[in-house]
Each structure stands twice: as C-alpha cells, then as structure tokens.
C-alpha cells in the first residue's frame, strides 16, 4: 500500500510487489476509501507493506490498515531517496543481479522501468539524478545486493553523466546501460524494447500524469508484460511495431478517458 498523491513510493514499491506476486493499492494520505478497503478483505492478505512515511500513509491509515490483516509494516525513510533503497533492501535481501537507476525527481522514466524491473526481479532504485555525486549510500546498496548489471531509465538530464561514470565504479558491477530516447516515450520504448523479447500481454498508460501506472507497474511486471508510457490521443508507430514484434493478443489501456483517449483502443497511431 502506497499513496497514490505522489508517486516516488509506489514507483519503488511496483517492482517490490511483482516479485512478491502482490498487487500495489493506492491510498490518500489520510484515509482508505471503499474500493480499497473491500479489495483488501476480498484478498485477505496475511501481511500489508505500508511504503512511505507518516506524511505519505498517516498512522490513522496505518492503524486501520492494520485491522485489515495479521502482519503490518512500513517501509519508509527520512527522503523517497532512503525509502526507495529501504524498499529494494527489504523486498530483494536475497540479492539481484540487475538492478533499475531512475530519478526520483520525475516520474516518466521510472514508471515504465517498474515494469520492466518487476518482470524480472529487479529493483528500481531512485537517486537525485540532478545531482554530480552519488550518495554512498546508494552505491553501498548495489554493492550489498551484488548487483552486477546497471540499467539506468533515462537520458543525461534525468540522470547525469558524471552518475553513470561512477556507477561503474561500484565494486562487482560489470556492465552500466543507459536507456534513454529524446523524450518520455522513446525512454518508455527503448526501456521495453531492452527488456521484453516476447509478450502475449501489453499496457498501456498517460506518460503526463502518474497514478494509473503506478498499480499497473506492479500487474504488468507480475504478468511479464512491458507498460508503455504514451501520450493521451494516440500510439507512437514504434510501439504499435513493438506490440507486433512481441507477439502480443492483449492490450490493457490503464486509465479513463480524460487520461487516454478511445482512439487508442483503435490503435490511433500518433502522427
């Protein structure tokens, strides 16, 4: 459970709750609504992970959540920069192999590396990408998961090229890739087209708002399936391309109308 008013939480949580095979549900800071409430007694979890802090989910939420279940905790940090690495650390101790950098200052990137990451057990892990350093804390968090192969989501101005340097740094790491494109989307793509060779299942979602991504992340990288980033009316060509080459039967569209419009139901291909 993560709030659905901001979106670095749920980012991290998506990959999180793939590899768990839970789904992610969308509260407001300060109270479950309904919809959520019976979904979670339909599912009656033996254990609800809050992620984020008391600003994000308040103790009131998390007190009632609690009457929800047998086990509750919450993962959190001072910053969605430790509660993203608190989040990788607790739901991958075991180890990963690959692990997902995305910038934590905007969401685009990192939504469709959620997916991605989730599919095949991956962290996503945010940092400040503005930033020319990176934080210790971070690269002792892939040195601790033996994390040997970097992928970062976006280009040079979400994640600075003085991040990806030392990133090869990093003690074991052996390989650092950048997946990157001249916009959101092309980032959506190229991040998809790296990950998946074959699909029978797609989703798609706005690239300019986040909150019907974020659970959808969470399916799609269950389901091994790519979600794709679009704009509101229409598909890029390269993605309709992707959606043949991978072989997919079905196309989940995330959101209502005012997020994407019907034409892409029709495969309205953007011009």
């Not at 509101?232 to 989940?252: E, F, H, K, N, W």
């Amino acid at each position: 459970v993560a709030t659905g008013s901001n979106y670095p939480d749920a980012l991290t949580a998506a990959p999180a709750a793939a590899k768990a095979g839970a789904p992610l549900l969308l509260v407001p800071a300060n109270s479950i609504p309904d919809s959520v409430r019976t979904e979670i007694q339909r599912l009656r979890p033996a254990e609800i992970i809050v992620v984020g802090g008391p600003a994000s989910v308040t103790p009131a939420v998390f007190d009632a959540l609690a009457q929800l279940t047998t086990t509750i905790s919450r993962d959190s940090g001072s910053d969605r920069y430790e509660a993203s690495r608190n989040v990788a650390l607790h739901a991958f101790s075991a180890g990963a192999g690959v692990a997902y950098i995305a910038t934590g200052e905007t969401f685009p990137d990192a939504l469709s590396a959620s997916a991605a990451a989730g599919s095949i057990g991956a962290p996503v892990i945010l940092i400040n990408g503005l930033l020319t350093t990176l934080d210790s804390a971070t690269m002792d968090l892939i040195s601790q998961l033996g994390v040997t192969d970097i992928r970062i989501a976006g280009g040079p101005a979400s994640v600075r090229p003085e991040l990806e340097a030392q990133m090869s740094t990093i003690a074991g790491v052996t390989s650092v890739r950048r997946l990157s494109g001249p916009d959101r989307f092309y980032v959506s793509g190229n991040t998809n087209r790296d990950a998946f060779a074959s699909s029978s299942r797609v989703y798609l979602a706005s690239g300019w708002n986040y909150p019907d991504a974020l659970s959808g992340a969470a399916v799609a990288g269950a389901q091994h399936a790519p979600l794709y980033v679009i704009p509101t009316d229409c598909i890029p060509s390269y993605v309709i391309q992707d959606i043949i080459s991978l072989g997919a039967t079905r196309m989940t569209v995330l959101g209502g109308p005012a997020s994407v419009s019907p034409g892409v139901l029709r495969f309205a291909q953007c011009r």
